[in-house]
């Protein structure tokens, strides 16, 4: 091989990995699926952000709320999970937290993981499993069915097989999580996570602007 076909062919093989990269962290980010130019109902927003769910913790009077939408397979919201643990610990006393589901159609195990977290939420073990569902989702995001791999974390968080398996299998809390995907799309959810602190909504903003809104409403 020439010199001149060598620096033609490594050329070649410097884009296709390049091209290769940018699919694949394409593939991994959260991504819009709704009209950005949209208009939302005020009134629809509210009846969404009100609709009840048994996944909330904190304060639950508190004159602030914050409300989380995720995906139990996406990535951005596995990284941010314990920094929602950790705002739960620093204003736990004072702000109330609900966590609603919004799976994404490009997640094929994101649903299996919201009546995975569902099932452990029958027994008090709901935030339990966010977590540990969470820290172990390379284990189970690509599985053909991942339900073998929630049987064993739902033991390793003490939960009840035989209960957790009749849940899950049966997907008895499935009309909730899909009504939930249906608030987020009709409130514009620009992907996962997004969150709403007393409505107001922040995409990408990062943890310094959910405290900073935070502390701001509390005051």
């Not at 009749?166 to 249906?182: F, M, P, S, W, Y």
Request: with cysteine; glycine share 8%.
């Amino acid at each position: 091989m020439t010199k001149e076909a060598k620096l033609v062919t490594g050329i070649i093989i410097a884009v296709v990995a390049v091209l290769g990269i940018g699919v694949f962290l394409m593939s991994r980010a959260p991504q819009n699926y709704t009209n950005p130019t949209a208009t939302v109902d005020p009134k629809s927003k509210e009846e969404a952000l009100a609709r009840e769910t048994p996944n909330v913790r904190g304060k639950l009077d508190s004159k602030v709320t914050v409300i989380e939408f995720g995906d139990l397979q996406c990535p951005a919201c596995a990284s941010v999970n314990p920094t929602m643990d950790e705002l739960f610990k620093t204003y736990g006393d004072r702000v109330k937290f609900v966590f609603k589901h919004n799976p994404l159609p490009q997640h094929n195990n994101a649903l299996a993981g919201a009546d995975a977290v569902e099932a452990a939420g029958d027994q008090g073990k709901f935030w339990d499993m966010l977590t540990a569902l969470y820290a172990k989702q390379p284990e189970w995001e690509t599985l053909q069915d991942p339900k073998p791999v929630f049987r064993q974390i739902a033991k390793d968080v003490g939960l009840d097989s035989d209960k957790f398996d009749k849940a899950l299998t049966g997907q008895i809390h499935r009309d909730r999580i899909n009504q939930e995907k249906v608030d987020g799309n009709s409130i514009q959810n620009p992907g996962t996570p997004t969150f709403y602190v007393n409505g107001e909504q922040i995409f990408n903003g990062g943890v310094k602007e959910l405290r900073e809104k935070i502390d701001t409403a509390l005051k």
